[in-house]
């Protein structure tokens, strides 16, 4: 099997869109430009299992500039752009990724991904470095090293390297302060609340907004949510991250109190169970529930259906259950992550630099994984500020330079005054 996607004839619907996202990638453009000058993943065959959108198509192309062959398939069951892998496909990428695809065929297409025998791995979420450490044993001994996309693949990665059981290298991009402090926070941010519009065109403002997690994710969420009108209460389990959520402005509480309280729910925190069948209980009618973490294990949507007397889908993407006593709550997108769901993901502009870490992480393992331990590593510092100094470039920001003084000064413990 070469490929498998819905329909290769979306081809030139999903090439415009790439177009459109690429003008907005600038500094994965300069990566293709020398890549594709000093073919670093020459003879690299790469598996990848990561949302397939826009932005990924234009980081399929960087890796393949630079010699590498790329088999991609989806990293969620729902997040597939179809016309995006048609275009992909169009252009002889081997994709396996349909929207929609059920668990059984998510899964084909990961094994399809690792029969060619890859080098490399790029995971958002650590499904293909998880399936590899169950029943792909056979394929360890070939694999230079993996990189990983997202904080519940990075804790699931650390979790088997704790334990000693991680078998090859891997590369956490999400600890990248060009990552996390970006695309988490302002792409999860602007493209969550994308997603709850596009789903339910409801008002925003003058709402209570429930953000439960006050992470990277959910301080962008919160921001943009209060940026709309709305009135948002932040829920925790941390208490450092729930006084930053107090001084930040918000109303903190358990969720127990918010439960009654909130028009939107949405939880961010690679968490499971976060909201469940004590929540639902007290919620209003009406209440409208999402999720944007990682897996959709944050509501616990078997409780929701248990204690509903009927379901229906209202809308694409919005189900409505109805409770024994007429309450009506709103299910948004299967409880996956609705940014990719209901809408396109992040925007270009900042998985321009996720991405740059991506393809910059995997040259870095071509030359130096084999001397690399197996374990979670970052991406050397110097990468991760030269990412930030070609984004702020690319967009005509200049700012200053220390001098020779101030340099001494600050690398100094002898000047007091
Ligand atoms: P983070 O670790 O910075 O934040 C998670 C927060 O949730 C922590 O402050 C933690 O204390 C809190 N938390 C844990 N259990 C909780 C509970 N029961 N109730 C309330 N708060 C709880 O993680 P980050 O980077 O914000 O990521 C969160 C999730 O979003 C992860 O699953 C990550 O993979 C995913 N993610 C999703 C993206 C998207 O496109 N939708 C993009 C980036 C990350």
Redesign the pocket.
């Known amino acids: 099997m070469d490929y498998h996607i819905k329909d290769v004839s979306l081809a030139a619907a999903g090439k415009l869109r790439i177009d459109w996202a690429e003008r907005n990638m600038p500094v994965l453009r300069l990566i293709r430009e020398r890549f594709a000058k000093e073919r670093p993943l020459s003879g690299t065959i790469l598996a990848a299992c990561l949302?397939v959108t826009t932005e990924t198509a234009a980081l399929v192309h960087t890796l393949a500039a630079g010699g590498a062959k790329v088999y991609l398939c989806a990293s969620n069951p729902l997040s597939t752009q179809d016309d995006v892998a048609a275009a992909l496909v169009d252009d002889g990428f081997h994709v396996f990724a349909i929207k929609g695809e059920d668990t059984q065929t998510y899964y084909k297409h990961i094994n399809a991904c690792l029969d060619p025998r890859p080098h490399l791995t790029m995971d958002d979420?650590a499904d293909l470095v998880g399936t590899i450490h169950g029943e792909r044993k056979d394929l360890v001994s070939g694999i230079i090293g993996g990189t990983e996309?997202?904080?519940?693949?990075?804790?699931r990665l650390r979790s088997l390297a704790e334990k000693g059981l991680l078998l090859f290298p891997v590369i956490a991009v999400?600890d990248s302060d060009t990552k996390?402090f970006f695309?988490?926070?302002y792409?999860?941010g602007q493209?969550?609340i994308d997603g709850i519009l596009r789903a339910t065109n409801r008002l925003m403002a003058g709402s209570f907004f429930v953000v439960?997690?006050?992470?990277?994710?959910?301080?962008g969420l919160a921001m943009r949510a209060a940026g709309m009108g709305a009135r948002v209460i932040v829920?925790?389990?941390?208490p450092l991250?729930a006084l930053e959520a107090v001084m930040d402005g918000y109303h903190v509480m358990p969720?127990g109190e918010a439960a009654q309280m909130g028009d939107f729910f949405c939880?961010?925190?690679?968490?499971k169970?976060?909201i469940g069948k004590e929540h639902f209980l007290k919620m209003r009618d009406g209440a409208i529930v999402a999720n944007?973490?990682?897996?959709n294990v944050?509501i616990d949507i078997p409780a929701l259906e248990a204690m509903a007397t009927s379901r229906r889908t209202i809308r694409d993407f919005v189900e409505e259950f109805t409770l024994s006593d007429g309450r009506r709550i709103i299910l948004l997108g299967e409880g996956r992550?609705?940014?990719?769901a209901a809408a396109e993901?992040?925007p270009s502009s900042v998985m321009d630099m996720s991405f740059a870490n991506q393809a910059l992480a995997a040259e870095y393992l071509v030359k130096n994984g084999k001397a690399l331990s197996k374990a979670v590593h970052r991406v050397p510092l110097d990468m991760d500020a030269e990412i930030a100094r070609l984004k702020l470039e690319s967009m005509g920001v200049r700012i200053d330079v220390l001098t020779d003084e101030q340099r001494e000064y600050l690398s100094s413990w002898e000047m007091g005054t």
Do not use: A, Q
């Open positions: 949302h979420g996309e997202t904080t519940t693949g990075v804790i999400n996390h695309d988490n926070r792409g999860t493209s969550t439960c997690g006050y992470g990277w994710c959910g301080r829920t925790e389990v941390n991250r969720l939880t961010v925190t690679g968490d169970n976060v944007s973490g990682h897996f944050e992550l609705i940014n990719l993901g992040h």
